[in-house]
């Protein structure tokens, strides 16, 4: 039994690590900026969170983790029986609290550098060497009177050193930054650290922006977990939650207005995740579905169930394939009636991809077909996308294994995930269309 369990449990992790190396490839070189709230430095899981940040620049990504100290520092200003003052969520600083504030950050700082710092034998961060850099990387402004109300120390972004990032980047170390800000004066302002790392990677053009805090990313409505949203969809949601705030601040609320504001400013992803979940960075970065809510920056293409008004750009874009042979010839007449099982990612008004999925439900199977990219966007992660819909789909339908026949892209598919199999694993209805002078290689990947 325990032989069994432990070639099960052996056979799990090559998976996992197999399904996690395109990921790796994907995210090595790329600049990740990573926000950790109060509650995380606080928190049981920092040093499980602070592992794995150090497991991510050992594979090549370059981090910059912005801190908060919320925590820390209502401690002491309740140790010096001061009262933490807010308006509309935003923290008052006056002179006595901000002396608190700086010591409480100090110490969260120095509490995170300690533990990067470590390298003790048998533990996840032995040999790993981290560097950490950090410094005056953020000029910032007071934020005034607003409303009649005089913030007095507390501030808001005013430009962010890249290129001195950048440099300790290049060496290899992990760049911390803290919640404060300096003036050219000299003046010390007190920040809050979802907002610097929105400056940091807005500036910095950041290819991630993670938000790690104390709730399961987002919630639709009816209270549904959203693992995915587009720039659009978090406009509208940010909007409905700052309605429904009626002046009051809400965590969820003001991380995405951040990411909203990432993405305008050049940041192609922002992720919402759950600091609780052990893992949580890792699940998110390297897995299919991922544990969070990632916000797409892409304004400029929509994906979207197809219709009838599409069926003359799919014909377009599909032919030059079924005249290499890549694809079987559809008809206009036949694309009308399969035309609800399409999907297409529209750019500027063209169809540019599409894919069709069809669902076997006695067999809980359901096959990829048609998948097709313009030339010209092949390097847009299209295929991918239309692939991660299609087995969602097919998912939704009850499927547990998706299969596609393919000619000319079967290293595209194996890339992916999928391997072959015989033609006999094919519903019966779908053996008796199979072409066998075609010769169409079967492939198939578990859901």
Not at 90 to 98: G, H, K
Not at 186 to 204: D, I, P
Not at 208 to 217: D, I, N, T, W, Y
Not at 250 to 277: E, P
Request: charged share 25%; hydrophobic share 45%; glycine share 8%.
């Amino acid at each position: 039994m325990d032989d069994h369990r432990s070639a099960h449990e052996t056979a799990g992790f090559v998976e996992w690590f197999r399904r996690a190396a395109p990921y790796i490839n994907a995210h090595r070189g790329r600049t990740f900026v990573v926000e950790i709230g109060g509650g995380s430095i606080d928190g049981p899981r920092l040093r499980d969170v602070v592992h794995d940040l150090a497991l991510l620049r050992s594979l090549g990504i370059e981090l910059v983790v912005v801190h908060g100290a919320r925590p820390w520092i209502e401690r002491r200003i309740d140790a010096q029986g001061l009262a933490p003052r807010y308006a509309a969520g935003t923290p008052i600083t006056d002179a006595a609290t901000l002396a608190a504030v700086k010591e409480a950050v100090g110490a969260a700082h120095v509490e995170l550098e300690a533990l990067l710092s470590m390298g003790v034998a048998n533990s996840p961060m032995a040999g790993a060497r981290v560097r950490v850099a950090s410094g005056n990387f953020v000029t910032a402004r007071p934020i005034g009177i607003r409303d009649g109300v005089d913030f007095e120390h507390t501030g808001e972004v005013r430009r962010v050193d890249v290129e001195a990032i950048r440099q300790r980047l290049t060496a290899g170390a992990i760049v911390l930054v803290s919640p404060l800000g300096y003036s050219p004066t000299g003046e010390v302002f007190n920040l809050r650290a979802e907002e610097v790392a929105t400056a940091v990677a807005a500036e910095m053009r950041a290819a991630k922006l993670v938000f790690l805090c104390a709730r399961s990313g987002v919630l639709d409505a009816r209270g549904a977990f959203v693992r995915e949203l587009t720039f659009e969809e978090a406009k509208a949601l940010a909007a409905d939650l700052r309605h429904a705030e009626d002046g009051r601040d809400d965590g969820l609320g003001h991380r995405l207005r951040q990411s909203i504001h990432a993405c305008r400013n050049g940041v192609s992803r922002v992720h919402i995740i759950d600091r609780r979940i052990d893992g949580a960075l890792l699940l998110e970065l390297f897995s299919r579905d991922g544990v969070g809510t990632m916000i797409n920056a892409d304004t400029y293409d929509s994906t979207r169930c197809a219709t009838i008004d599409d069926v003359g750009g799919i014909l377009e874009l599909i032919r030059p394939l079924e005249d290499s042979g890549a694809l079987v010839r559809r008809s206009r007449e036949k694309l009308e009636t399969e035309i609800s099982h399409f999907n297409v990612v529209e750019r500027d008004g063209a169809v540019v991809a599409c894919a069709a999925m069809f669902p076997y439900p006695e067999d809980r199977l359901a096959e990829l077909a048609c998948l097709a990219v313009d030339g010209a966007y092949r390097r847009g992660q299209y295929g991918e996308r239309l692939l991660d819909l299609v087995e969602r789909d097919a998912r939704a339908a009850g499927a547990e294994r998706l299969f596609v026949l393919t000619t000319q892209a079967s290293h595209w598919f194996r890339e992916r995930g999928f391997v072959e199999a015989g033609h006999s694993i094919l519903p019966d209805e779908r053996q008796a269309l199979y072409n066998f002078q075609r010769r169409s290689r079967v492939l198939v990947r578990a859901l």
